[in-house]
């Protein structure tokens, strides 16, 4: 079967930094995704990987190893704006995602 | 205003009744998707479109059915609502259906309560 595993809840304190992992079973890859999904709000993109290493973007950052089916979200100086779920997502053989249960992240003052 | 809209925002729904929820999208993406988003869960597809007239059945198809006339709407209907039917329902556009690297566009989801 095809599996997506991130950690279920993380607590953080604002101005530090945190990384998010993920690690995935599917049948097939097309690229990984990473959401952001704020309480009673719709996922918004954050950041998309189909090659090994790491992608940068502001505060942002997410790195990929299809060898070892592993993946992360690397978010830098928290802000309390960030406290949200973070969703892993991976593009099987058949282009479909497969979602992970995500991660919410606590962002203590 | 560009994007993908939900309708109704919430509904509270008799078991047994069907429903229709809508979706619309103005961004002339080709590909559609909804999904459901239980607690502890990961969101499921229930169906797709990749192309205006055409769907596909995803992860948890049964008990619901979409058609896709246009390239803009993709309505996702419940025949005879069940309680196991209670969920948020979000609804989901691309590009394209394959390498798309942007992702996907979702509405704002619409919470559905089956008594």
């Known amino acids: 079967g095809q599996n997506i595993d991130q950690p279920t809840e993380m607590t953080a304190t604002e101005g530090a930094i945190v990384q998010i992992n993920c690690t995935y079973q599917?049948?097939?890859?097309?690229?990984l995704f990473w959401y952001q999904q704020h309480a009673g709000e719709a996922p918004t993109f954050l950041s998309y990987?189909?090659l090994d290493g790491l992608e940068e973007k502001g505060r942002f950052s997410s790195f990929l190893s299809r060898s070892k089916g592993y993946s992360y979200l690397l978010l830098k100086e928290l802000q309390m704006k960030d406290s949200a779920s973070y969703l892993c997502?991976?593009?099987?053989?058949?282009?479909?995602?497969?979602w992970g249960a995500g991660t919410k992240l606590i962002i203590k003052p | 205003i560009a994007g993908i809209t939900q309708a109704p925002t919430s509904q509270i729904l008799a078991a047994g009744r069907r429903m229709t929820l809508r979706c619309t999208q103005d961004?002339?993406?080709?590909?559609m998707y909804w999904y459901r988003q239980d607690l502890g869960l990961g969101l499921r597809l229930i169906h797709y479109?990749?192309?205006?007239?055409?769907?596909g059945k995803g992860e948890v198809p049964d008990g619901y059915s979409v058609s896709r006339a246009n390239t803009d709407d993709f309505p996702l209907t419940l025949a005879s609502a069940v309680p196991s039917q209670t969920s948020v329902y979000f609804c989901a556009s691309s590009e394209a259906g394959d390498a798309a690297p942007y992702g996907y566009t979702f509405g704002s989801g619409t919470r559905l309560t089956v008594v």
């Open positions: 961004m002339r993406h080709n590909a």
């Open positions: 599917t049948s097939g890859f097309n690229g």
């Open positions: 479109s990749n192309t205006a007239g055409t769907t």
């Open positions: 990987n189909v």
């Open positions: 997502a991976v593009r099987d053989s058949n282009y479909q995602l497969i």
